[in-house]
């Protein structure tokens, strides 16, 4: 669990970012997020510590672009950010009653298929830090599914607390990841949905390739699959160009590799759900949130470069 920061300095935080919430809060949803894109033009201009990150990782995702299309990369994921933070802001004006006319699924009979093989043994959504993530979460249970996010606890308990109330509103559950393998079984028994973002990097993982390069990733789906005997679906929000609309792009059910060596196939199973987030951030670079160091851990005898 990352060490929380200091009450003074989570008090100044949790104000600033409070009164920008308010003021975004009180303007309606699309000015709210056309200001939203503008605030992250204007912080991809002065962030001078995450901007290099960025850079960074897509020299390593994408070599054969220029610097200028990774720019222009990195201005899309700031300025996501910045409509996610106004979207945010407005999630206490969604329910069932109008989810529809911001979020819609795409290809559901994917995830219709999903609920078959399941057999009311629950389902592992899996995700990544991409796209409006967190209204994805919002939406799947504003249209009726049982949701728990496995998620990491944020530093800023003042900012854990505004965000995790926001993700409960509906009926969600919150499971901490670490030590959290009982509490997803439990919830796996109820027959929720249990959504985990797979795109992190982990001291303690297993390496698989990503955009070409080894990075140290979470085995922990590819062992809950095989320990519940249940589906591993794919699922991301894609936003519809600049607009506060979203569809959730569920993709087919990643099919595991079993018998044999149980360790190889835990890695061949992580491997296959990374290779289908990359297909995912291939589609949609500026949906990624590029200033993670996601290849900061290295396998052994190899330096790290961040």
Known sequence: MPRQIGALKARVEYVGIAALARGLAAIPLERAVRFGAALGDFV???????????????????PEKSDAERRAIV??????????????????DLDRGNIERYVTYDTRENLNRALELAEGRGALIVTAHYG???????????????????????????????????????????????????AIFSALRENRHVAIALDLDVRH?????FFGMKASTSDGVARLAAAASVPVVPAFMVREGDSPRHRIVVLPVVEMASGGDREACVVEN???????????IRRHPDHWNWIHRRWKTRPPGEKRFY
Do not use: C, W
């Open 44 to 62: 991809a201009r002065i962030d001078r510590f995450n901007r290099p990150i960025a850079m960074r990782n897509l020299a390593i995702a994408f």
């Open 75 to 92: 201005r899309g994921m700031y300025r996501n950010l910045g409509r996610m933070l106004a979207e945010f802001t407005h999630f206490s």
């Open 132 to 182: 409006n993530f967190e209204l994805l979460a919002l939406a799947h249970s504003a249209y009726g599914y049982r949701l728990a996010i496995v998620q990491r606890p944020l530093r800023n308990p003042l900012i854990a607390k505004l965000v995790n109330d926001a993700r409960t509103r509906m009926g969600n559950q919150i499971i901490t990841r670490k030590k959290g393998g009982r």
């Open 205 to 209: 993982g297993v390496f698989v390739d």
């Open 270 to 280: 992580t491997q296959r759900i990374t290779k289908v987030i990359e297909e995912m």
